[in-house]
Nanobody
Framework: VQLQASGGGLVQAGGSLRLSCVAS????????MGWYRQAPGKQREVVAQ???????NYSDSVKGRFTITKGTAHNTVYLHMTSLKPEDTAVYYC??????????WGQGTLVTVSS
């Protein structure tokens, strides 16, 4: 599975961005897609996930501000980010996984939030 992420950029605090990730290749039906981020000097952390049943999970730091959704073709996942804060600045990575089977990562897209 290959992932292509896009949509990062520079935004002022309080602004919004939408990240997109398109998965291609042998995509299994039972999967979890999600977004992770890694800020400078910090470990990669999960931001949001969505399962093949469309159940979602968010980190506490983004609840109420970020929304993860899937496209109609189910091989695309979006991260709608609102009320952005400088601490949201990071490289955001798209992830696709089927537990115990495979785990793929996109190339990362940089989000910079200025104060």
């Amino acid at each position: 599975v290959q992932l292509q992420a896009s949509g990062g950029g520079l935004v002022q605090a309080g602004g919004s961005l939408r990240l997109s990730c398109v998965a291609s290749g042998k995509i299994g039906r039972v999967n979890i897609m999600g977004w992770y981020r890694q800020a400078p000097g910090k470990q990669r952390e999960v931001v949001a996930q969505i399962t093949y049943l469309n159940t979602t999970n968010y980190s506490d730091s983004v609840k109420g501000r970020f929304t993860i959704t899937k496209g109609t073709a189910h091989n695309t996942v979006y991260l709608h980010m609102t009320s952005l804060k400088p601490e949201d600045t990071a490289v955001y990575y798209c992830n696709y996984k089927r537990p115990t089977i495979d785990d793929a990562w996109g190339q990362g897209t940089l989000v910079t939030v200025s104060s």
